[in-house]
């Protein structure tokens, strides 16, 4: 059994491998043009602070990532306290 390693962040150069472990999780295709075009999108974006991955013997084998999102509560006429 290997060791794992845990990285954080997930540097640019290696979104593509990461990317491609990604896929495989959700049963999508990490290969063809489709996979190519979320690669280019996202990488466009990639905020590698909210990557995480786990490599075993120079591969991924497990990824995590966040975004910021904002949310919004209704707070009706007299507003919040």
């Known amino acids: 059994m290997s060791d794992v390693e845990i990285v954080h962040p997930v540097p640019f150069d290696e ?3 990461w990317m491609s472990t990604l896929a495989t999780t959700f049963l999508d295709e990490a290969r063809g043009t ?3 075009s979320y690669v280019a999108a996202r990488s466009r974006n990639w905020d590698d602070f909210r990557t995480w991955g786990a490599r075993a013997d120079g591969r991924w084998v ?3 990532g966040t975004k910021q999102q904002r949310l ?3 707070a009706g006429a007299t ?3």
Do not use: K, Q, V, Y
């Open 15 to 17: 979104a593509r491998a």
């Open 34 to 36: 489709g996979f190519d």
């Open 62 to 64: 497990a990824t995590l």
């Open 72 to 74: 919004r509560i209704p």
């Open 79 to 81: 507003g919040t306290r």
